[in-house]
């Protein structure tokens, strides 16, 4: 007999591996016959990836899709649950508010959730429900959808949850916005997408490019299903679900692009600069992103707790999805009921003066000023924060390092036609703020590479180049530089027209 160990129903049917009613997979057990047994028919019983009869679809609580204003973008989300934590999950590749309601196993897992928070869901920019877009959206870009859902939903502080892809987003929001995030969870992520010595685990690039011509040529088919979720990929029902679900959630070029994007992302630097209580999940056998990447993770966050669980699905709603549920709600239910930050991740863009007679720029006043005001009109312009100023340097921060890049540019454009040599370093590290000033590793580390940049060139660390995927920069290598007391760093020069 197979025995459900969740809901505790009963098969007299050996060859099923999941239960009929919760999907959760059986376990073999004796019959005893003075217990009475719960059977329930196969034939009679609902299925898990169609939608459900009237009578079990009542019990559902659908929650209404509203829509939260990101710059110009519709950003569509959910609101469920009244628990005293507002959570913001933040789901993987591609997804679809709507129909991921039609698998009782989603469903399930959202309604978990809602039983102890305030449970907010949303499409990413691109996907599902929310405004498709030609251009790439970036990780800043995403990280201000966040910020819109949560504000719409009059959200002032949540627990960012992140599951596989956007674990990226989650860990950098958690690391640039500690005042929003009340805590980091994560499940299945991974810091990189491509092989690297230091991160070995991460597919290569020819892995990858059969995933991409596998989206081009397949699409429309359960894409991925064999990794993501092998427990379940025998089962024809939710092959269908899952080719569906991929589908509804984006077309065959946005899945793509969306892809290739990620394959670029790396946010093996900004692990250290996160300062959040930090709950790291991950399965042993995950077939899709290896438990040695989430063991990787762990160890970088400082503080973080590392928890291994049973299985091999990737997709957090497969398997054994209240072992996750357990381990979060008593997570959450530990957090501290208040948090106190030291530092913020940001992004540093350090700028100097480097004419030859600098020294009558400084003794002049006038071109000193207007080099001032030029940098900051254009940090303003940039949504940055001008941190400090003296007469041969300006320095300011910036929440996401695409517009750091951007306002650097625009500086040096701007001093050029002003008849004023720039030089500027970019970096993306921890860092302490107050109102006036701001100090840290991140801003010694820009300073840096600001001096080894030729006149008019924006240097930016690896950090910043890894992060800045899908914004349309393009960048040179220029080698590695050490830096006292804050290790080695590969430096790129920003590649302009001029």
């Known amino acids: 007999m197979r025995v459900c160990p969740n809901c505790q129903r009963s098969y007299r049917d050996e060859t099923l591996n999941f239960c009929l009613e919760d999907g959760t997979p059986l376990v073999s057990a004796q019959l005893n016959a003075e217990e009475p047994t719960r059977i329930l028919d196969p034939a009679t019983a609902p299925t898990l990836w169609q939608p459900a009869p009237t009578a079990s679809a009542a019990t559902i609580e659908r929650p209404e899709t509203r829509y939260a204003k990101s710059g110009k973008i519709n950003i569509a989300y959910q609101v469920l649950g009244d628990g005293p934590i507002d959570i913001v999950y933040v789901p993987g590749w591609v997804t679809h508010l709507e129909y ?31 405004d498709q877009t030609t251009d790439l959206p970036t990780l800043e870009q995403r990280m201000d959808d966040v910020r819109a859902v949560m504000e719409a939903a009059d959200s002032s502080r949540a627990v960012i949850f992140g599951m596989s892809e956007g ?51 397949e699409w ?102 209240n072992s996750v549920l357990d381990e979060v709600e008593s997570f959450i239910k530990a957090l501290p009921h208040e948090s106190e930050t030291e530092a ?10 480097t004419n030859r007679d600098s020294e009558k720029i400084i003794a002049g006043g006038n071109d000193a000023n207007r080099f001032y005001s030029l940098a900051k009109r254009e940090t303003d312009w940039f949504r940055g924060k001008t941190a400090q100023a003296e007469p041969l340097t300006f320095v300011a921060t ?56 030729a006149p008019f060139e924006v240097l930016v660390s690896s950090s910043v180049k890894d992060l800045v995927s899908g914004a349309g ?26």
């Open 473 to 498: 920069l393009a960048f040179e290598g220029r080698g590695e530089c050490d830096i006292d007391n804050l290790g080695r760093w590969k430096i790129c020069v920003l590649k302009r027209d001029n």
């Open 220 to 321: 429309g088919g359960p894409i991925g299903v064999d990794e993501l979720a092998p427990s379940l990929a025998g089962d024809p029902r939710f092959r269908d679900w899952w080719a569906t679900y991929q589908r509804r959630s984006a077309s065959p070029r946005a899945a793509l692009d969306l892809a290739r994007m990620n394959t670029s992302i790396d946010i093996r630097n900004v692990l250290p600069a996160i300062r959040v209580p930090t709950l790291v999940l991950h399965r042993t056998g995950d077939l899709d992103a290896s438990i040695e990447e989430g063991r990787y993770i762990a160890a970088r966050i400082h503080g973080a707790k590392f928890v291994e669980l049973a299985g091999q699905d990737h997709l957090i709603y497969a398997g054994d999805q």
């Open 344 to 353: 913020v991740l940001a992004t540093v863009l350090y700028a100097q003066i």
């Open 167 to 217: 674990g990226s987003m989650s860990v950098l929001f958690a690391a640039t916005y500690p005042d929003r995030t009340l805590a980091l969870v994560t499940f299945g992520i991974f810091a990189t997408r491509v092989w690297d010595a230091d991160y070995p685990w991460a597919p290569t690039p020819d892995q990858r490019q059969k995933f991409f011509e596998a989206i081009e040529n």
């Open 100 to 130: 991921g309601w039609e698998a009782p196993l989603v469903a399930s897992f959202y309604q978990r959730l809602s039983s102890f928070s305030r449970l907010i869901l949303f499409d990413k920019r691109g996907t599902g429900l929310s």
């Open 398 to 453: 910036f929440d996401g390092p695409a517009r750091a890049v951007r306002c650097a540019s625009a500086i040096t454009d701007a001093a050029r036609r002003a008849g004023i040599e720039t030089r500027i370093g970019i970096h993306t590290g921890l860092c302490e703020q107050s109102s006036e000033t701001i100090s840290g590793a991140a801003v010694v580390v820009s300073a840096s590479i600001a001096a080894l940049a």
